[in-house]
C-alpha cells in the first residue's frame, strides 16, 4: 500500500530536536517500530519520523486505520490530543496546541449553532410522535469524541482555566503564550521554542517594537534576556504621589504663606506704635 505524505500535517506539529530523533532512531533500530502507523486512507497522520526512519533502514511497520476521521478538522484535534499527552512536549508546545484546540473547537461551536438556527427557521411544526430512541452505546449525534458538537467527551475551553488545564499549565503561561502567539516576532518564536529564552522573557519581549525583536533574537539568549529587562522597565510607572501626600503639600504652602503674612502684620503693627508715640510726644 502506497503511503502518502501531507506537508501540512507533517509540520502541524514541531519536529524532533537531533538529540530526540537519534534516540527514536537508535530505538527502532535495536527494538523494531513497535507502534503502528497512524493512517487516514492512504493518508499518514501519525508517525512521520518513525517512517522515515523505517524507509532509511528497510524495516517493517505496522499500520492501523482511524475510520472516525470526517474532515482535516478532526485530524488535527486528533493530533493536538495525543501530543498534549506526550511529556516530551515542551510548555510553549502545550500552550500552542490547546490554543489552536480552542481556535478549531470555537469555530465549530459557531458554525453548528449557526447551521441549528437555519434548520430551526426552516423546519415545518413538530410532530407529536415521540422521535424513535437511539442506541444506548452511541453518541447523540455519533460525532467522533474531539468534536465540539459530542454531548461527552469533548473538551470545550469555555474560559482560559480549562484550556490551562488541559495543556497542564497555569492560567497565567497561557496568557503569556497567547500574547507571544500574537505580538512576537518569528525570530523570538523560535528562541523560546529552543529553549534560549523562557516564556515569560519571551512575552515581555514581544511587546517590543518588531525590529527591535528581531535585533535582540539575532543576538542570541543574553541579548534577548536585556531586552526582556529593558521592556519590564519601561513598562514600570513613576510612583503616583497619594491623596494623602497632595493634601500635606497643600497644608504645607498655606502654613508657609500664613506665616509670612503674620511676619508682614507684625512689621505693620510695629510702625504703627511708632507712629502713635511720635504723635503723643508732638501732642505734649
Known amino acids: 500500500m502506497e503511503i502518502l505524505i501531507n506537508e501540512s500535517l507533517k509540520a502541524y506539529?514541531?519536529?524532533l530536536t537531533p538529540d530526540e530523533y537519534e534516540a527514536l532512531e537508535t530505538s527502532i533500530l535495536a527494538e523494531g517500530c513497535r507502534d503502528a502507523l497512524v493512517l487516514w486512507g492512504s493518508v499518514l497522520i501519525d508517525g512521520h519520523n518513525r517512517y522515515g526512519i523505517c524507509r532509511k533502514h528497510d524495516l517493517p511497520f505496522q499500520t492501523v486505520q482511524n475510520t472516525r476521521f470526517q474532515s482535516m478538522d478532526d485530524v488535527h484535534l486528533w493530533m493536538i490530543d495525543q501530543h498534549l499527552g506526550r511529556r516530551s512536549v515542551s510548555d510553549f508546545q502545550r500552550g500552542v496546541l490547546a490554543l489552536r484546540?480552542?481556535?478549531?473547537?470555537?469555530a465549530r461551536r459557531a458554525l453548528a449553532e449557526e447551521q441549528r438556527a437555519q434548520a430551526e427557521a426552516a423546519a415545518p411544526e413538530p410532530d407529536t410522535a415521540p422521535a424513535a430512541a437511539e442506541p444506548a452505546d452511541q453518541d447523540a449525534d455519533g460525532a467522533p469524541p474531539w468534536s465540539s458538537d459530542a454531548p461527552a467527551g469533548a473538551t470545550v475551553f469555555d474560559s482560559r482555566e480549562d484550556l490551562a488545564?488541559?495543556?497542564r499549565l497555569s492560567s497565567n503561561q497561557v496568557g503569556l503564550i497567547e500574547k507571544i502567539q500574537k505580538q512576537a516576532t518569528p525570530e523570538v518564536v523560535a528562541a523560546v521554542k529552543s529553549g534560549a529564552i523562557s516564556i515569560n522573557a519571551a512575552a515581555a519581549v514581544a511587546t517590543l517594537p518588531?525590529?527591535?525583536?528581531?535585533?535582540?533574537?539575532?543576538?542570541?539568549?543574553?541579548?534577548?534576556?536585556?531586552?526582556?529587562?529593558?521592556?519590564?522597565?519601561?513598562?514600570?510607572?513613576?510612583?503616583?504621589p497619594k491623596a494623602n501626600d497632595a493634601a500635606s503639600a497643600g497644608d504645607a504652602a498655606e502654613l508657609q504663606a500664613l506665616r509670612q503674612r503674620v511676619e508682614e502684620l507684625t512689621v505693620e503693627n510695629e510702625a504703627l506704635r511708632r507712629e502713635i508715640a511720635a504723635l503723643q510726644a508732638a501732642l505734649a
Open 165 to 167: 488545564k488541559a495543556a
Open 13 to 15: 506539529i514541531d519536529p
Open 101 to 106: 484546540k480552542r481556535e478549531i473547537l470555537a
Open 210 to 240: 518588531a525590529e527591535e525583536q528581531r535585533a535582540a533574537a539575532m543576538a542570541g539568549g543574553d541579548e534577548l534576556k536585556q531586552a526582556a529587562k529593558r521592556a519590564r522597565e519601561s513598562k514600570r510607572k513613576p510612583r503616583e
